[in-house]
């Protein structure tokens, strides 16, 4: 096994293997037309109906989404007889495949069908669509000729929309029939004329939608070899989304639509209008920034200039001298204000020490110990209603223990002396 690997150039995961077989079927089997019969046929609500197209000896899954769907004149129901024009769509998640419609007719057109597809293998390998070949599509195209009826409603849309854009160069109409069997003659007389005049830089080939009939001139050899042919770039704009023509294929360019091909003509135009909108207004910001910028710088020149200046220095100095006078006045107040409140503690403590403050002080004091003196005198106490005893000696008695009987005494009042005898 581990030999076996060894001898294997590469593995694959199933992601990888999807989408190069995806990228092999699209290189090897492009878009192609196929006939078969309609069943099981499912619409969904999204708009894309899902079938299966079989013949005798085979069955094959398609699918006709939505957008293809508009305007498409055969409708897609079980048993129908259908020549589908489509590609392969590889459905990477599940591994499987389908056919993806993008144009139906009724088998009744397939004689048209098969001259289309015959006519378009045989230019195809004459190497007529070779992608080499293709020219580039000027950019900003100043004169355009526009090959198609003039009375047709494609050319209203198209001159309608680039209008519309505010496209400004120039459109030569050079009208031709668009439908029936002179009209492949005068397309290609009409793509003569156009590279004849000066100053072209764009054809556009157009006309609106209608039945392969319809668009059959443009299916034609000699349309189809003009328009590869033609020495002027050119766009071909042919029915709707789902008709494809052989000038299309001829064509440097295909547009889906006559209106599509007015944007693809002045895409680039609106390209360089909004690039020079943007441009301009990045100019205008840088522009703005930069002088925004600038004038800041100039202000602080100026304000520069101006603190250099005799004025602005003089100005300075008269400024620092106002700062200087107002810290003088502040730490000026300040210490005047705390000498005064030193000076009052002082003249407190010395007023609290003035000769004349100590006596009237002690005058108070001794006042008080008088009257506090007085307040316990004899006499005091006698005023309040007491009496003393004074024995025979004079002296005070201060108990009973002190008196002998048939003692003569006093009792003296604060109004009097009175005598008395003890017992």
């Known amino acids: 096994m581990s030999d076996f690997l060894e ?13 190069r077989f995806k990228t092999l079927v699209k290189t090897a089997v492009p878009e192609f037309w196929i006939r078969g019969e309609v069943s099981g046929t499912k619409t969904y609500s999204s708009g894309h109906t899902y079938f299966t197209l079989k013949d005798e000896g085979a069955t094959l899954s398609a699918v006709l989404f939505k ?26 998640t599940r591994g499987t495949y389908q056919f993806i419609v993008k144009a139906a007719l009724d088998d ?80 290609v007389s009409a793509l003569r004329s156009a590279q004849e005049t000066e100053g072209i830089d764009l054809v556009v080939v157009m006309r609106g939608g209608g039945s392969l009939e319809d668009l059959w001139p443009f299916n034609e050899e000699i349309v189809a070899r003009a328009v590869a042919g033609c020495s002027i770039p050119v766009i071909s704009a042919v029915g709707h989304e789902i008709d494809f023509s052989l ?42 920034t930069s002088l925004a910028d600038y004038a800041q710088r100039l202000e602080n020149i100026g ?28 730490i000026g107040e300040g ?17 609290a020490l003035r000769p004349s403050e100590r006596i009237s002080d002690m005058a108070e004091r001794l006042n008080l110990i008088e009257r506090n003196l007085k307040s316990l005198s004899f006499e005091s106490a006698l005023g309040r209603g007491f ?37």
């Open 67 to 92: 957008g293809y769907a508009r305007g498409m004149s055969v409708k897609i129901s079980d048993g129908a007889r259908v020549l589908l024009y489509g590609e392969v769509g590889i459905y990477e």
């Open 247 to 288: 000038s299309d294929f001829a064509a440097d360019l295909r547009a889906e639509t006559p209106s599509a091909a007015a944007e693809l003509v002045s895409s680039g135009f609106l390209n360089i209008v909004d690039r020079l909108r943007e441009t301009g207004e990045e100019i205008f910001s840088i522009c703005e």
């Open 335 to 351: 210490a005047v204000s705390k000498n005064r409140e030193v000076l009052a503690a002082l003249s407190a403590r010395f007023g």
């Open 108 to 187: 009744g057109a397939g004689e048209l069908a098969r001259r289309f597809e015959a006519l378009k293998r045989k230019l195809e390998s004459e190497g007529l669509f070779d992608p080499l070949r293709k020219r580039a599509i000027p950019r900003f195209p100043k004169r355009i000729a526009v090959i198609t009826s003039p009375s047709g409603a494609a050319i209203r849309d198209f001159v309608s929309i680039l209008r519309r854009r505010m496209w400004f160069g120039e459109i030569l109409i050079f009208p031709c029939r668009v439908q029936g069997a002179e009209a492949a003659g005068e397309i």
């Open 7 to 19: 001898r294997s150039d590469e593995i694959l995961s199933v992601s990888e293997f999807s989408r």
């Open 387 to 423: 009496a003393a005893v004074l024995g025979a000696n004079g002296k005070f008695k201060s108990s009973a223990r002190d008196f002998l009987p048939g003692e003569n005494i006093k009792i003296r009042f604060s109004d009097g002396d009175v005598d008395a005898t003890t017992h």
């Open 303 to 330: 304000r520069l200039l101006r603190l250099n200046s005799p004025a602005g220095k003089v100005e300075n100095y008269c400024i620092r001298l106002d700062e200087l006078y107002s810290r003088l006045l502040i």
